[in-house]
């Protein structure tokens, strides 16, 4: 599967933004999803996951209660829309997959997720 995410760009502190991801595979809805960065000199972080259904979703406590990950399986795109934005958020955010979907633990870890897309910039002023 091939997967493609827009939407990054420059924003200011404590505003918003909504990424997406798309995806070529027609059996889209049976993998499972998820969003990480990756800042200059990091390592790449895990952000957020999702279920092939939706039902289930998993967040870096950095994140959590700012981000949301959702899907839309008809459309084969994942989005991640992102509010309260701080200028530590700034870095390229990917979006990947796996099939089948990870377990447990493989959900927050790079190694749980078979697909990577390109990467968006989203820089985030103060």
């Known amino acids: 599967v091939q997967l493609q995410a827009s939407g990054g760009g420059l924003v200011q502190a404590g505003g918003s933004l909504s990424l997406s991801c798309a995806a070529s595979?027609?059996?889209?809805?049976?993998?499972?999803t998820g969003w990480f960065r990756q800042a200059p000199g990091k390592e790449r972080e895990f952000l957020a996951g999702?279920?092939?259904?939706?039902?289930?979703?998993y967040y870096a406590d950095s994140v959590k209660g700012r981000f949301t990950i959702s899907r839309d399986n008809a459309e084969n795109t994942v989005y991640l829309q992102m509010n309260s934005l701080r200028p530590e958020d700034t870095a390229i955010y990917f979006c990947?997959?796996?099939?089948?979907?990870?377990?447990?633990?493989?959900?927050?870890?790079?190694?749980?997720?078979?697909?990577w897309g390109q990467g968006t910039q989203v820089t985030v002023s103060s």
């Open positions: 999702i279920s092939w259904t939706g039902g289930r979703t």
């Open positions: 595979a027609r059996t889209f809805g049976s993998y499972g």
């Open positions: 990947a997959a796996a099939t089948p979907v990870p377990y447990d633990s493989g959900w927050y870890r790079e190694s749980g997720y078979d697909y």
